[in-house]
């Protein structure tokens, strides 16, 4: 929603300015201007990236248009399946989780938590780590350093469409200059015309530069921003899961092991430490 009420900011301003300097809106629809600078801009955008990266782009697109999912109420409910699952471990030991971690789905304690469920990343992260820790072959410095390096591809993944919008709107001003060059060219081409007509013919030229410009840094540059946040809240769901694994694999009880995963998370979406104790009290009452 912040995307098109920003999108529309964007064209009252500069439209609305134009018209208000005495401009004429109509003169600046320029359907051939926008056919040279996109068709251009798209085949760059095929040419520059693999299918892999095109692929993840258009996936990831779509997601710009919605409003964030990572929520203080979604942190709550990742932190309190992290407590009952640690619980369990202290009570009954690590082999009594084996159940839930190979099938989340059909597990009692996954199934009452259907917005962490619902993220097939964060479950397959959590499931495979709470595995290794149920091999009990490896320590925590070792868990650690796999964490870390599977957090850093999925950072890695994540940058493709960033990186591949960012570049496309880097190269709209330049298409936009190669539009009114191919207008000044015509302009050129028909100096005999009168010079009413010619100004005409300057002026649809100009506008593939302004369409060029305006395209790229008040459409799609923004757009490549908006991915970057998105994918940093994406990161920290890990990270909270990171640091509460480690701390019960270093001996903390469930309660002070879900405050160490709580710590890492944005300030804007962090709960307090009395939602999260009343969050889980609630929970196990259920």
Not at 18 to 36: N, R, S, T, Y
Not at 153 to 170: N, Q
């Amino acid at each position: 929603m912040l995307v098109i009420v920003g999108y529309i900011i964007v064209c009252v301003s500069v439209f609305g300015g134009f018209v208000m300097a005495g401009g004429h809106v109509a003169v600046l629809f320029q359907p051939i201007e926008l056919l040279m600078i996109g068709g251009a801009a798209f085949g760059a955008f095929f040419v520059g990236n693999n299918g892999k990266s095109i692929k993840a782009t258009l996936k990831a697109l779509p997601s710009v248009f919605k409003g964030s999912k990572y929520s203080k109420a979604l942190y709550m409910e990742l932190m309190t399946l992290l407590f009952e699952i640690l619980s369990k471990v202290r009570k009954e030991g690590l082999m009594s989780i084996e159940g839930d971690i190979e099938n989340p789905e059909q597990s009692a304690i996954f199934s009452k938590y259907p917005g962490i469920l619902g993220d097939h990343h964060i479950v397959e992260f959590m499931t495979d780590y709470l595995r290794l820790m149920v091999s009990g072959n490896m320590d925590a410095f070792q868990i650690e350093n796999l964490m870390d390096n599977e957090i850093e591809t999925h950072h890695a993944e994540g940058e493709v469409p960033i990186h591949c919008v960012a570049k496309l709107g880097d190269g709209l001003p330049a298409f936009g200059i190669v539009a009114a060059v191919m207008g000044v060219v015509h302009t050129m081409e028909s100096v005999g015309l009168p010079p009413s007509e010619l100004g005409m013919l300057i002026a649809k030229a100009l506008v593939g530069t302004f369409l060029g410009i305006l395209l790229a840094y008040g459409f799609v540059g923004p757009l490549s921003a908006l991915l970057e946040q998105k994918l940093h809240e994406s990161s920290k769901m890990f990270q909270c899961v990171k640091v509460t694994l480690l701390a019960s694999l270093n001996g903390y009880a469930p309660a002070l092991a879900v405050e160490f995963g709580r710590k890492v998370l944005y300030s804007t979406e962090r709960p307090t430490f009395g939602e999260l104790e009343e969050h889980i009290k609630s929970s196990k009452s259920k």
